[in-house]
């Protein structure tokens, strides 16, 4: 059975015992490596923002760039592009773009998340009901108190409307960033308000990432993230990755990619490594160039970074691997690896995370 097939049935719910659905997660992984096809690629659209976030200063940034439709629109004609690739759509600020309009009215009938801070409301509404978008993704950093001092402006309330209006025609996606911002309380307000509204829950944790101009060192989260609050290895096994720990193979930068406003592609959200430039060569040759290649063949044992778009794939894949083979004979494919201190191990839930 190819690993095409394999995730075909998954889906359909044809292979539904823990065994051989991680192994159908293993080799629908797989795929993606060995086809070179992209399983997600997140299109920083603009670095235009009208927020002032302390976590992210992606708001000061100049000269203002945005990707142009045209250079979008050759990424997804790409043969690196499969029908079943996914897209994040955002910036910046999404719509802060001179042309966000073209740019849903050329991502109709694909699989794709606008994430948006909402700022702009009565927009996003009438964006999300006029090319009916079928996910939206906003930050959600605690209580209103506290998201006017993180993001520097007095929008909590925007975002609380836009989810409740567009819940009956939208999946909503309330995403909460750990940082030295916020706090335990806060992270118990925004899961509650999810839980309470049935809105996807997702989390990530502030990381020094160059693109974002970001300043302040990242720091261990609240000691209270314990197996008895949450399921997510990617929270619980954070604080260890930061003591030196946690030691993971990436895989991810073989089946996710980021563009910026620039048309630059790194070869990941957090290295200042640069593939090609989206302007100045086709996509396919930049994904399937020798040079890419390589730099993710080099970087593989990198675990460099706890960024969710890359090691929520990473985690899932060697859990997966953990539920079919023993820990010796995975080693001789992806060599030593280690999760950590026992602490707190949730070997038998193995994330179930938002994801774009």
Same mark, same amino acid.
Request: hydrophobic content about 30%; some cysteine; glycine content about 6%.
């Given at each position: 059975?190819?690993?095409?097939?394999?995730?075909s049935?998954?889906k359909?719910?044809?292979?539904?015992?823990?065994?051989?659905?991680?192994?159908?997660?293993?080799?629908?992984?797989?795929?993606?490596m060995?086809?070179?096809?992209?399983?997600?690629?997140m299109?920083?659209?603009?670095n235009?923002? +009208?927020?002032?976030?302390?976590?992210?200063? $992606?708001?000061?940034?100049? *000269?203002f760039e /945005?990707?142009?439709?045209?250079?979008? #629109?050759h990424?997804?004609?790409?043969?690196?592009?499969?029908?079943?690739?996914?897209?994040?759509?955002?910036?910046g600020?999404?719509?802060?773009?001179p042309?966000?309009?073209?740019i849903?009215?050329?991502?109709?009938?694909?699989?794709?998340?606008l994430?948006?801070?909402?700022?702009?409301?009565?927009?996003?509404?009438?964006m999300?009901?006029?090319?009916?978008?079928k996910?939206?993704?906003?930050?959600?950093?605690?209580?209103?108190?506290?998201?006017?001092?993180?993001?520097?402006?007095?929008?909590?309330?925007?975002v609380?409307?836009?989810?409740?209006?567009?819940?009956?025609?939208?999946e909503?996606?309330?995403?909460?960033?750990?940082?030295?911002w916020?706090?335990?309380s806060d992270?118990?307000?925004?899961?509650?308000?999810?839980?309470? +509204?049935?809105?996807?829950?997702?989390?990530? $944790?502030?990381?020094?990432? *160059?693109?974002? /101009?970001?300043?302040?060192?990242?720091? #261990?989260?609240?000691?209270?993230?314990?197996?008895?609050q949450?399921?997510?290895e990617?929270?619980?096994?954070?604080n260890?990755?930061?003591?030196?720990?946690?030691?993971l193979?990436?895989?991810?930068?073989?089946?996710?990619?980021?563009?910026?406003?620039?048309?630059n592609?790194?070869?990941?959200?957090?290295?200042?490594?640069?593939?090609?430039?989206?302007?100045?060569?086709?996509?396919?040759?930049?994904?399937?160039?020798?040079?890419?290649?390589?730099?993710?063949?080099?970087?593989?044992?990198?675990?460099?970074?706890?960024s969710?778009?890359?090691?929520?794939?990473?985690?899932?894949f060697?859990?997966?691997?953990?539920?079919?083979?023993?820990k010796?004979a995975i080693?001789?494919?992806?060599?030593?690896?280690?999760?950590?201190s026992?602490?707190?191990q949730?070997?038998?839930?193995?994330?179930?995370?938002?994801?774009?």
């Amino acid at each position: 059975m190819s690993y095409k097939t394999v995730g075909s049935r998954i889906k359909q719910g044809c292979m539904q015992t823990p065994g051989i659905k991680d192994l159908a997660y293993v080799l629908h992984g797989k795929y993606w490596m060995n086809t070179r096809k992209l399983k997600n690629i997140m299109l920083y659209v603009t670095n235009r923002c +009208n927020s002032r976030c302390k976590h992210c200063l $992606i708001w000061a940034k100049r *000269p203002f760039e /945005d990707l142009s439709v045209e250079a979008m #629109k050759h990424i997804i004609e790409s043969d690196s592009v499969h029908k079943a690739t996914t897209f994040g759509l955002e910036g910046g600020e999404f719509f802060e773009h001179p042309e966000y309009e073209e740019i849903l009215r050329l991502f109709k009938g694909r699989d794709y998340t606008l994430l948006t801070n909402g700022i702009r409301a009565d927009l996003v509404i009438e964006m999300a009901k006029k090319h009916k978008i079928k996910k939206i993704n906003m930050s959600l950093d605690g209580t209103k108190e506290t998201y006017k001092y993180m993001r520097g402006v007095d929008t909590y309330e925007n975002v609380i409307r836009i989810a409740l209006e567009l819940k009956s025609q939208s999946e909503i996606f309330l995403t909460y960033t750990f940082s030295p911002w916020n706090s335990l309380s806060d992270y118990e307000h925004v899961k509650k308000f999810c839980e309470d +509204n049935n809105f996807g829950f997702g989390y990530n $944790i502030y990381q020094n990432m *160059p693109f974002m /101009d970001t300043t302040q060192k990242s720091t #261990k989260l609240p000691e209270q993230i314990l197996p008895t609050q949450t399921n997510s290895e990617y929270l619980i096994r954070y604080n260890d990755w930061m003591g030196g720990r946690v030691k993971l193979p990436c895989y991810s930068i073989q089946t996710n990619v980021v563009v910026h406003p620039n048309g630059n592609v790194p070869l990941c959200q957090n290295r200042g490594d640069i593939l090609g430039n989206v302007y100045k060569q086709s996509f396919d040759d930049i994904w399937q160039s020798a040079k890419t290649k390589q730099l993710q063949k080099a970087s593989k044992n990198c675990n460099g970074c706890w960024s969710s778009y890359h090691r929520l794939f990473d985690i899932k894949f060697v859990r997966s691997l953990e539920k079919v083979m023993p820990k010796k004979a995975i080693e001789k494919f992806i060599g030593p690896y280690s999760f950590g201190s026992p602490n707190g191990q949730t070997e038998e839930k193995v994330l179930n995370e938002v994801q774009v």
